[in-house]
């Protein structure tokens, strides 16, 4: 019987993702972040595979990272992108339509609000992206999720326009509004009638498979990087996940701003003394 032959990224992946599926999603990042990430780590894996100069190669490694790493990293990102639509038009369509400028423009908003926060000066604006960054951690896919958090980012974003502007002549306002034009999109569109819950079941099982290969991929980059580059902390940094050190520093501002509202309490005071003992 002839080999059958391989049409695009989600076939070459199946049969593996089929393997490996599984009912949870194995991601700890938001689907968009993680997609933006695993091409980091492709164009990472490429630009570092060869020693140069001073620098050792991540070829030296090869017994255990291949050389063909890099494009497959690429290839599952294709495959995971086709599963997700697969599953989105099953069971929430609008965000097929709307989801990807959506997460742009979010992640746009979010970090110019960051780098105007970024000051080193605590104030009310603080607090209040800390408190939104915390609660949109886990933003998922679905309409609902993403429109509250554009709801929420440009309600933010429109109290320190001016601010946004002075510190970034080139930040676009228009964002601002564009964020609140799809939080309305997402809002009002109509619900699609219910799937096949077996339907959903198989497409987010095939998804999540794909997503577990595509980690496992990422995870043996990093950890080989980890010890080719231990000693270029400012290399291995390129590797290293942006969003879990936003994720990180918003924690750590998020405990700053709660500490500093926190009212001091007074130590204890000890027994009064008896004017007898004098």
């Known amino acids: 019987m002839p080999r059958k032959q391989i049409t ?6 199946h049969d593996q993702a089929k393997a490996a599926a599984q009912t949870e999603n194995p991601l700890k990042v938001p689907y968009d972040i993680a997609l933006k990430e695993a091409g980091q780590v492709a164009g990472f894996f490429n630009k570092y595979w060869q020693p140069a100069g001073s620098l050792p190669g991540l070829r030296r490694v090869k017994a255990r990272l291949p050389e063909s790493t890099g494009e497959e990293i690429v290839s599952l990102v294709y495959a995971v992108q086709e599963a997700q639509t697969k599953l ?9 339509d709307h989801g990807e400028r959506a997460r742009f423009v979010l992640d746009e908003i979010e970090s110019a609000l960051e780098f105007l926060l970024d000051d080193g000066v605590e104030e009310p604006a603080d607090a209040q992206l800390a408190a939104i960054q915390e609660f949109h951690a886990d933003i998922g896919q679905r309409s609902s999720s ?8 440009a309600t933010l974003a429109e109290s320190l326009k001016d601010r946004l502007i002075e510190v970034d002549e080139d930040f676009d306002v228009a964002l601002i ?15 699609a009638p219910p799937p096949a819950d077996s339907d959903v079941k198989e497409a987010t099982r095939i998804r999540n498979g794909l997503l577990r ?3 496992e991929k990422m995870a043996l980059v990093r950890k080989a990087a ?4 231990q000693r270029n902390p400012e ?3 390129e590797v290293t996940s942006s969003y879990e050190r936003r994720r990180r520093a918003a924690a750590r501002r998020a405990k700053v701003a709660r500490d500093a509202a926190k009212p001091e309490i007074a130590p204890a005071k000890g027994p009064a003394e008896s004017p007898l003992l004098g």
């Open 8 to 13: 695009n990224h989600h076939d070459r992946w």
């Open 88 to 96: 989105l038009l099953l069971i929430d369509p609008v965000v097929v």
């Open 146 to 153: 993403l429109h509250q958090a554009l709801s929420d980012y």
């Open 177 to 191: 509004s564009e964020a609140k034009e799809l939080a309305r999109a997402l809002a009002a569109a109509p619900a």
């Open 213 to 215: 290969l595509l980690q």
């Open 226 to 229: 980890a010890r080719v580059f």
């Open 235 to 237: 290399v291995l940094r």
